[in-house]
């Protein structure tokens, strides 16, 4: 008979070893033929499981699973994930930390084949940062691409951001595998729109820089939740410049393609990849600023380097 | 005097922000008016800590003429009622960011409950 405390003392032998496997599909029915089993494995070995995935693929999964379904975290990575950057703290963290004394086992799928190419360079910096947001915990975190519709080079990127690779069944080491590289590539340098607004503020200027965007983001469309989760956003950004970049900033709004964007732009440097993304400790009053916009934003994109710092953000209209 | 400071009194005016405390007539807590932010939270925070300190069973904070409150607005005040021993504080009419906050990082948090405007 195996007790509780026996397989805890079984899974206290193999917490230690993060696996970041990444799966290459062709079809749904490889995608299926992979997952179903996937997922019933971690069932049966007690471990708790979460699978965020696009909707069509979660159906897929959710019907093969057909009971099993429901003792799984089923999330739409469409939505839990659709800014990249919070996938790390407000999915797979969270799922992890809400089980802290077991192994768990998630499906994350944040590349699709539809993401823009304004979104993909955040997708690849997520999927390298998992690596490091992870290192050390007692997790496996399967990372599906979609083979026929994806580019070569998101595909080539995979490779380095993962350390293992599923491709036609097998199972390889990745020989390319270097996240920071990936992270490197895509800190990419970030030019405002030739009609952006400006607003150049220090500490006495936080309450006008913040009337300020707030007042453009409305003039611009935005309503309702979206334009007070923007004020928050921006009260963040423009605090952690006077705090942290240099005491000064500007802000820079404008739209494109539906969304209104706004970034700040200051002379700080980021030396933490994962700021923003490592969820504080509970009783801790900082650390939640660059995690509030990833939470509240469609998309951040981020550009550091030794003389300067910007945060961009877009949400849709 | 440089360095004495009192922090009832309103944070400077060429600091931008502003933030004013006092206590409530009628029952144990705190009138707040103003902005809480990054150059008023040392005040915001030494008011959080008089309230606890003072806490018997229920507290109030009365957030009515709080325009806004950031993050770590937020933070400090889900901090303060998660480490009361018992009993509870009760926000009243916050600005919207407070419960947006609540919610995103605090889900389910015990010891606080939010009266709307």
């Known amino acids: 008979m195996t007790t509780a405390a026996d397989r805890k003392d079984e899974k206290a032998g193999k917490d230690e070893t993060f696996e970041h496997p990444a799966l290459f599909y062709r079809d749904g029915q490889e995608y299926t033929d992979h997952m179903v089993p996937f997922v019933r494995e971690g069932l049966a070995l007690g471990e708790p499981v979460a699978v965020a995935v696009p909707g069509p693929n979660l159906d897929l999964i959710r019907s093969g699973l057909g009971p099993d379904a429901e003792d799984v975290l089923l999330l739409d990575m469409t939505d839990a994930g659709r800014n990249p950057g919070r996938i790390i703290p407000r999915v797979l963290r969270a799922f992890s930390d809400a089980h802290p004394h077991a192994r768990v086992r998630i499906v994350g799928e944040p590349v699709w084949a539809g993401r823009s190419s304004v979104e993909y360079p955040a997708c690849a910096q997520h999927e390298a940062l998992i690596n490091a947001a992870f290192a050390g915990r007692a997790a496996t975190i399967l990372c599906p691409y979609d083979e026929t519709r994806l580019d070569a080079d998101v595909l080539a990127d995979a490779r380095l951001t993962h350390p293992t690779v599923i491709a036609g069944g097998r199972e390889r080491a990745s020989d390319a595998y270097d996240w920071q590289a990936v992270v490197d590539r895509y800190n990419e340098v970030l030019v405002p729109a030739p009609d952006a607004t400006v607003f150049t503020f220090g500490s006495a200027e936080l309450p006008d820089v913040r009337h300020f965007a707030v007042d453009r983001a409305a003039r611009l469309g935005l309503g309702g939740q979206r334009l007070q989760d923007l004020e928050l956003a921006v009260a963040e950004l423009t605090t952690n410049s006077v705090v942290h970049g240099g005491g000064q900033g500007t802000l820079w709004i404008w739209t494109e393609a539906g969304q209104v964007v706004c970034e700040v732009r200051d002379r700080g440097r980021l030396i933490d990849p994962l700021a923003g993304r490592r969820p504080p400790a509970r009783g801790q009053i900082g650390g939640r600023g660059l995690m509030l916009v990833h939470y509240v934003a469609d998309l951040v994109r981020l550009h550091t380097a030794p003389d300067g710092t910007t945060v961009r953000m877009y949400l849709g209209l | ?117």
């Not at chain 2, 502003?18 to 150059?39: C, F, W």
Request: with cysteine; charged share 20%; net charge negative.
């Open chain 2, 1 to 117: 005097m440089e360095g004495a400071r009192d922090v009832r009194k309103p944070a400077p005016a060429h600091d931008g922000a502003v933030l004013e405390v006092s206590p409530l007539s009628d029952r144990a807590g705190i009138r707040v008016s103003g902005e809480i932010g990054v150059t008023t939270r040392p005040s915001w925070e030494d008011a959080l800590a008089e309230l606890a300190r003072r806490h018997a069973d229920v507290s109030y904070v009365e957030l009515s003429r709080v325009g806004f409150v950031d993050v770590a607005g937020v933070s400090a005040l889900a901090v303060t009622a998660m480490n009361l021993p018992g009993g509870r504080v009760v926000v009243e009419c916050p600005p919207p960011q407070l419960s947006r906050v609540l919610a995103l990082f605090w889900p389910a948090l015990s010891g606080i409950e939010v009266a709307p405007r």
